[in-house]
């Protein structure tokens, strides 16, 4: 049901409805069918259409610089001083402010952002195509697995030094292994990951070994290169979230195609910055703003505290509105280690999250379920109607800027009643 | 409580019952810090003691050759024209029967053996050694995705030529690659593939995968070997069940470290041929026969069916003596496509193994049971005592000779049966 104006319920208009559920079911199968290959590891500046040399991206909605604070300003202003635009933060500040430098959305220019989510223009990024539609998303790669991390908000010698190592020496080498294999399909891999323990969003364990896998004869082929392949195979297998930013690349190529379906209800993005939330949904290009998620349940590591914790931004849930991460948490049992709940809070959260899709995902089945596919296709009415947000698998950070957790978030509802209050009056209002 | 005389409750006997939970406590400790490593690949007469030129083993307890009969019994002379032993399987038969040919049982050699389970001298093994006690056991490797493999009772130019494929070129690179390594630890292997969908018995594909990712350095490193070392990877990765040999010798290993243990009621062993069944236990090196078992649930692939079932031998449940396969089945609820049963179910097995084992493995732990310890040491007192006996988790052969299925197998009590009352007679008769 629609929250604006509740006295006249919209499923007295038959017309209407029809149209929603027809526009609702493309959206799904447009969901259902899409199929990313990873193509290439590229510069940023080289493959993102419309990337500037002084623009920098971030995670969540559009807004305006002031908004930005804590760990993701942080993080904003040393991808400025990596990316040589100011010699310091205080610098890069100053350079914001008079327009010198730009500072926007990932998800406007096809990219998706983890947690604070920084993209500057010399950065590598991961290119993955969508075979049915032709289109591109990107995604920065896997800092690795130190605490200290830009996208955490960190920016220190050690961060900077390691994303160097990145661009200089692994991007090179990872992309011509991929170009030498032409392409990775990565269906296949998520496909089989939720067989092994993933949800793909917080537990990419399995598809970062089976991406790794599939690698395996072209790593080889690459041998002379000695030293360097060694190295790509040290940041491969280092950590175990490889994997998560194609996952991303994936479901954000994926959940693009489903934009410009008039009458669908269905959310076609969620993103998350330090200060807002905000969705989208397939029959507008509007973001619908509210406020930030709140966190269910959470893991926080040892010598860390609660106290801590600070949202700074995550375009991650994505992979929830591809009926992954925490649509799919009961794929993934062992992350309760992770981010805390129980196989029981797992089971609940995952079966409340069919009562808010449309359909499920004709490849990404889940075992338990004795091979249900995922709920997939968030459908607002169902959201306002049952009073059931969707729940995002998430990694915490500190305000200090590390990881040191993660944990079970709850989106809010107010940026689905703006969605829909929106969608009311251009659809349904008489 | 033990079958025999069951008028005189064993209980009463304070200090008996002392024994024997000390006995098995020390079994339990046993198997909780066997620490199994691959040391290296060869030919079995190499490094298998005792083994002879002209001596086939095969999977289950201790037998006469007229007891060999079926796909079992084809495989053994199937071995013998392999090895070279005679030309034709009719000719192997006749030296069999005048001793020129011996067969023996695999679990007698320290060797383990995958359904019908053939070791003849010249065949390659895996090499696993538990660093606590020194000790060794072998396996042979796996033969590959084919339906026709010696191991599921077929033998024909396809077996044979696979068999000299593994001889010849894979065996020879595979040793190398290992021993550049020095050696591989399974443990943690085991550990993390219990937490990504395995249950190390019928299903090992994420361990396989880890085993490869382990491997990765050291193929690149000996990729001078061009087509060799491409042949060695495309086997690795074809099927997923490679490292069911390594569980298996790990298992073996393991579970052969109690022994000479009086007092205790632990299974030490289970094996099965054609012909019966066999179980073990810590206080004997005696055999203890019964009945085969029958098939709880199933899948049989397409285009075949349960008539043409038949059991021709199997050690690979030397996995559940271990606490893994069925005893850890809530660990892998994927293993629904392959065999058969539903999550209720699956459950319902695991938690039944809990009520016939001492204690729970350490470091083996199953994600849905909050991270609880697989059930580990089959104490032969709670067999009899609550009339449940061990499930298994099997591969399932054709009389054709071929694998057409997999499923839930559980042991008949008249091993257990046997095995209590000798243990009766041998230390609480009065």
Redesign the interface.
Known sequence: MFQKNKDIPYQADEKAINNINQANQKSLEILQSTNPILVDVRTAIDVVPNMDSNLILASGPPMSWKEYRGGQKNAILGGAVHEGLADTKEKAEEEIEKGNIQVSSCQEYNCVGSLAGIYTASMPVLVVEDTVSGNRSFCTLFEGSSPYRLNYGSYNSEVENNLLYLKEVIAPVLGEVIREAGSIELKPIMK?AL???DELHSRN??AT??F??EL??Y???Q?HKGGE??KL?DYL?TGDYFFLRLSMAAAKVSISQISNIPYSTIVSSMAFSCSKFGIKIASSDKWFYGSLPHLEHYHINKNHSEDEIEFMGGESIVMETFGLGSFAQVAA??L??YQGG??EKMIENNNRMYEITVGEHKDFKI?????KGTPLGIDIRSVLEKEITPTLDIGIASEKGMQIGAGLAVSPIDSFESASNYFYDKYLAT
């Open positions: 089989r067989h092994m323990g364990t399995a070994a089976l790794v896998r395996i004869p790593l080889v082929n041998s392949i060694n195979i297998l049992f062992p309760q280690a129980s196989p075992p338990y379920f004795q091979y």
